[in-house]
Antibody, heavy 116, light 108 residues
């Protein structure tokens, strides 16, 4: 059974860069889309974007100017960077492995707080 | 982008009762690419339904999805204790993918 685990700093200062890594175990990420989703407190889930194992990316236009998703198939990991963060970027961030574009297997999520 | 509206926000029911959850889209969902997820406190979301009506592996047949175009429904025929949770719909037919606001099914 595939398992995903998010890792990275839980506290980021305003204007700095948020960086998270997702480590996948129990299955290869090759041939799959890997997705990041977030949920700010009290708000709905938001699709951030995805990356195919080949490196092709797709981003939510609302975040596109600040987001980069990358992949390392040799480590079975994919990563998220979000630049110029503000308090509005405080959220639980989930990494998700996809069946095509459909988010399928989810990590537990990690709360990242933006605060000085 | 497609806006998904879920109703009701909260559903208070007793075990054994039938639950009907609605998800309405602001425009037609391509190829009925509509999924449903369940999330319990402290757990990762779990996929229940894809393609509007296809149950994921291991999902009991008391859960069923229906609908097309802009109107979709998740039905739980007889609520079991483990069904009390928050449910989300997602459209994955158009980018950006978008989620509904969620329906909480709570014990009455």
């Amino acid at each position: 059974q595939v398992q995903l685990q998010e890792s990275g700093p839980r506290l980021v200062k305003p204007s700095e860069t948020l960086s998270l890594t997702c480590t996948v175990s129990g299955g290869s990420i090759s041939n799959y889309y890997c997705t990041w989703v977030r949920q700010p407190p009290g708000e709905r889930l938001e699709w951030i974007g995805n990356i195919y194992y080949s490196g092709t990316t797709n981003y939510n236009p609302s975040l596109k100017s600040r987001v980069t998703i990358s992949i390392d198939t040799s480590k079975n990991q994919f990563s998220l960077t979000l630049g110029s963060v503000t308090a509005a970027d405080t959220a639980v961030y989930y990494c998700v492995k996809g069946a095509g574009w459909l988010p399928d297997s989810w990590g537990q999520g990690t709360l990242v707080t933006v605060s000085s | 982008e497609i806006v998904l509206t879920q109703s009701p926000g909260t559903l208070s029911l007793s075990p054994g009762e039938r639950a009907t959850l609605s998800c309405r889209a602001s425009q037609s969902v391509r190829d009925n690419y509509l999924a449903w997820y369940q999330r319990k406190p402290g757990q990762a979301p779990r996929i229940l339904i894809s393609g509007a009506s296809n149950r994921a592996a291991g999902i009991p047949d008391r859960l069923s999805g229906s609908g097309s175009g802009t109107d979709f429904t998740l039905t739980i025929s007889r609520l079991e204790p483990e069904d009390f949770a928050v449910y989300y719909c997602l459209q994955y037919g158009s980018s950006p993918l978008t989620f509904g606001g969620g329906t909480k099914v709570e014990i009455k």
